[in-house]
């Protein structure tokens, strides 16, 4: 079955630098990946989305990267704010099987 | 909306005791998944429905775990009997699964405390 592996599993960060975070996957097949944000005590929540067909994405502060060929997608993001401390899940997904995978998560601290 | 409800957000029992978990999806969403989050195993995925119908319950720890959905606002995951290591926080997420909409919406978590 589908495995994804995140690394690091903790990152921290001095306030205003990036921060990047990068997972890998198994299956060649799969055409969604998907990362969640999930602050102390909260819901995982999306925070962006690529597909298969679009090798980067920007939303503001934060981006996705996806290189199929290697089998590997990436969370940026930019000047980084104290309110970027959470713990980042990436997911893959495969429109047949209709389920999410995700990876192991990583801890972010932003320091100030 | 309200989004996905979950109930209760917290449950503390003692070991050996039946717990039930509940979960109401987005109304219109088609998929319904329940999670268990622990620091030491992360976020693992227990079961998933597809329009009421369970797709794949590998994720399912053992006998003592069991997930309905008898209908398309309503899913219930239950444990018993209730060990220490079943506690953990529970998410139930739904989704509309089309072909243009994978995103789940997760519910608030239900804190389960087993003593």
């Known amino acids: 079955g589908e495995n994804v592996e995140q690394h690091p599993s903790t990152l921290s960060v001095q306030e205003g630098d990036s921060a990047v975070i990068k997972c890998t996957y198994s299956?060649?097949?799969?055409?969604?990946f998907p990362w969640y944000k999930q602050e102390l005590g909260k819901r995982p929540q999306l925070i962006i989305d690529?597909?298969?067909?679009?090798g980067e994405k920007k939303d503001q502060r934060i981006a996705v990267t996806l290189n199929k060929t290697a089998k590997h997608f990436s969370l940026h993001i930019t000047e980084t704010q104290p309110e970027d401390s959470a713990v980042y899940f990436c997911?893959?997904?495969?429109?047949?099987?209709?389920?999410?995978?995700f990876g192991s998560g990583t801890r972010l601290s932003i320091r100030p | 909306d309200a989004g996905v409800i979950q109930s209760p957000r917290h449950e503390v029992t003692e070991m050996g005791q039946e717990v039930t978990l509940r979960c109401k999806p987005i109304?219109?969403?088609?998929?319904l998944f329940w999670y268990r989050q622990t620091m030491m195993r992360g976020l693992e995925l227990l079961i998933y429905?597809?329009?009421?119908?369970?797709?794949?319950d590998s994720g399912m720890p053992e006998d003592r775990f069991s997930a309905k959905m008898p209908n398309a606002s309503f899913s219930t995951l239950k444990i018993q009997p209730s060990e220490p290591r079943d506690s953990a926080v529970y998410f139930c997420?739904?989704?509309?699964?089309?072909?243009?909409?994978?995103?789940?919406?997760f519910g608030p978590g239900t804190r389960l405390t087993v003593t």
């Open positions: 997420a739904s989704s509309p699964w089309t072909s243009r909409a994978y995103e789940q919406y």
């Open positions: 109304s219109g969403h088609n998929s």
């Open positions: 299956d060649s097949a799969s055409n969604y």
């Open positions: 690529i597909r298969s067909n679009v």
């Open positions: 429905f597809n329009n009421n119908v369970p797709i794949d």
């Open positions: 997911a893959v997904a495969y429109s047949s099987a209709s389920k999410i995978i």
